[in-house]
């Protein structure tokens, strides 16, 4: 027997869903006019700048940004071609690329930050009342347990880091897929 939503509970959904919709379209806009990137993008030089040596083999970068194997194959490539990752095999295990952000890289991702946390800070916390914050800590806590039990909280992740950006489109720069959390530079 289908649990059909209440009206209380459809109202939530919909916000819900216009909300993370409009707000990662708006991250977007301001990542692409401010540092000519996309929010995909953004995601992954952020995830390698926070990681140990400013690198993760591929498949550690796919489950830090959540993001197909082909697709970020496809966006490392873009972000290799502009000088900002680059990419080997890891000795001794011919199977194994790891992603390395380079200096120029570093670079980008440390320009962008600033407008990008303050473009999350304006559109997701600002419009919050207090303790409204921590209530939708927790509930999303409740999502994500739900929705990755065995990975745990992908805050938790990027705990002791600089911080996480809020949302983010396809890796190929689209926003029509999974909207994850992943970033730099003190977002919260």
């Not at 992603?99 to 304006?122: D, N, Q, S």
Request: glycine share 12%; aromatic share 6%.
């Amino acid at each position: 027997m289908t649990r059909w939503l209440d009206e209380d509970e459809q109202e939530l959904w919909r916000a819900y869903l216009w909300s993370s919709r409009l707000l990662f379209e708006a991250l977007d806009r301001q990542l692409q006019r401010d540092a000519g990137l996309p929010h995909a993008y953004y995601m992954i030089l952020s995830a390698l700048s926070e990681a140990p040596g400013r690198e993760l083999t591929m498949t550690e970068l796919a489950g830090t940004v959540r993001g197909s194997a082909s697709r970020l194959s496809h966006a490392v490539a873009r972000l290799e071609e502009s000088g900002w990752v680059a990419r080997e095999r890891l000795a001794g295990d011919r199977r194994t690329t790891v992603a390395r952000l380079t200096a120029e890289g570093l670079a980008v991702v440390v320009a962008a930050a600033p407008g990008h946390v303050e473009t999350v800070r304006r559109l997701l916390f600002d419009p919050l009342g207090e303790g409204q914050a921590e209530e939708l800590r927790s509930a999303f806590r409740a999502v994500l347990g739900r929705l990755d039990p065995e990975a745990g909280s992908p805050a938790a992740r990027w705990s002791g880091r600089a911080g996480a950006a809020v949302g983010s489109g396809d890796l190929d720069g689209d926003q029509d897929g999974q909207d994850r959390a992943g970033g730099h530079g003190g977002e919260g």
